[in-house]
Structure formats: C-alpha cells, structure tokens
C-alpha cells in the first residue's frame, strides 16, 4: 500500500489503483508507521507526501515486491512454455514497426503464454524493469551521448547503449536519423534551419536535438514539444517547425507533406534490456529471440520512407 501511495501520490489514489477501500488503506499504513516507529507520510495542504523514512521504505518495497513477481515468474517458468506471462516495454516507435511482428510471432509459437506490451520511453522503461513491473525493455541510445566504460558493454554491442544498474542487453538495430522540414522549406543540413523553430520529442530525444544543434554551431529554438511523432510530423507539414526523427519514426508514419533528409554520421542505437543475472525465464528468452529477429528483418529503407523519396527527388536524401 506504501508503495502505491508513492505511485499515485495519494491515499484516494492507491486505494481505487488496489481496489481498497480508502479507510483501509489509511488504517494499514498506520498499522505500518507503528511497526516501522517512523512517520512514513504527511500532510500537505489537502494532499499527502511521503517523509524521507517513507521514500527510503517505498524503494525498497518496489524493489522487494518486483523480486517476489520474478520469483513467482521463475517457478512459473519450470511448467515450460505452456503457460506464464512476459511483459515488454517499448518506446511509440518501435511499437509502430518491428514489435508488433515479433509479438505476432511469439504469440502464434506460444499461444498459452501471455503477452503484455506497455508504452514506455526510455528512462520509464528502465524504472518499470528494474522493479520488476516488466520483463524486457526497448532502449535506444544516439550516437552522440557519452560512453561508458568498456566493461560494462555486453559482447558485441555498440558503444554508447550500455544502461549499468545490473541491465543487460541485447543488440536490435541501428537507424539514422533524419531533418524533417516542410515541403519546399530547402535547406539540407541542420545549420541551414538555425533561424527556425524547432520541434522537440522526449526528454533523451530533446537532448539529442540540443546536442546536435550545438555542433552545428547553433542552439535551437525550441517551440513545441511531444513524444507523438504523428502530431511531430503535422506540426512540421503546417509550417510550424523543423525537428529531427530516427528511421522507426518515419516509417511508422510519413506525412505525405514533410520532407526526410538522412543526416550523416548521426544514428540511434535500439536494444532489448533485462534485469538481473542470467539465465533469464523461457519466456523471457523466447520473447529475446523474436525481437531480435524481427528487428533484423527491418529494411535498410522502410516501404513507407520509398514514395517520398520518389515524390521529393533523391537529392533530398
């Protein structure tokens, strides 16, 4: 209960996310404050908010209720393929091409297992793993972001996708990136659009842009922000911005009236992370395998990225 107050960031909250009733909720986490000794939460105005004591407990709570669900994942796992759960976390674009084909697969190899897909950038992906809410995680890393140390990549792995914090991963892809710009805007190279606004994605895509922008000579103005890369798209086709997208973006979904420019020497890496020492469950690995050759199958030009090509002529590329 401590633990979905932390979550929802209330007692009305937690008690409708466990199907509580709300003076059981109170009652338990008063019962839980008496044998801890330690005031776990407190009021603010008409909200609530937990204490450093209660932060501290909320933590490790998740961490021990996320272990106890691989636990039960684990024995699970010894009735084979035949029954279980894996659930995956996945970033909007890899769910709008590759993931569905590898679900699709997986699902008709092992029709008894069940299979969760939740929504997730990056930095959510990685909290929902590591607290057990998830199985695996899709990640993506631009080549740009600071490496880590040598050892803490997996064999094989390009550099720059290393998470650490006990994360091990498996290498899916490598997509460039593009300059969207509307039609007829011109202009080829991100210094060329220095004067425009600029149209930002999440948080680790943002930093990228600013990190892009900057050694280009130039920071960008940053007008609009979303995670969508539909509403990106629009908002670039009505004249609104210029932004930059990854490959998966655009081929996902391409606005007839948007141009794609390939940026040279800028690429994001995507791989498939779990938590934990190995061996991991069946169906964790199975799901592994199924990505990773779904991922493989992904074009070097997306069908959906070929007609624009066409329409604009290939020096826009």
Known sequence: MLVAVARHGSVTAAAQALQYAQPSVSHHLARLEAETGSQLIQRVGRGIRLTEAGRVLAERAEEILGRLDAAERELAAYTGLRAGRVRLAAFPSALGTFVPVAAAAFAAQYPDVELGLIEAEPPDAVRLLRAGEVEAALLFSYQDEAQPAAEQLPAGLPPGVAEGGGLRQTYLLTEPVYLVTPAGAGGRALADHRGQRWI????????????????AGFA???????????AVQALVAAGLGVTILPELALAAHRHPEVVATRLPRD??????????????????????????????????EPAALRPARRAVGAAAW
């Open 220 to 230: 960008p103005d940053i007008a609009f922000t979303t995670d969508d890369y539909v």
């Open 267 to 300: 690429v994001r890496v995507v791989t498939a992370a779990v938590h934990g020492e190995p061996p991991d469950p069946p169906t964790t690995a199975a799901l592994l395998r199924h990505l990773v050759a779904a991922a493989r199958a992904v074009p070097p």
């Open 200 to 215: 930002a994605g999440c948080e680790r895509c943002r930093s990228h842009l600013v990190s892009a922008c900057a050694a």
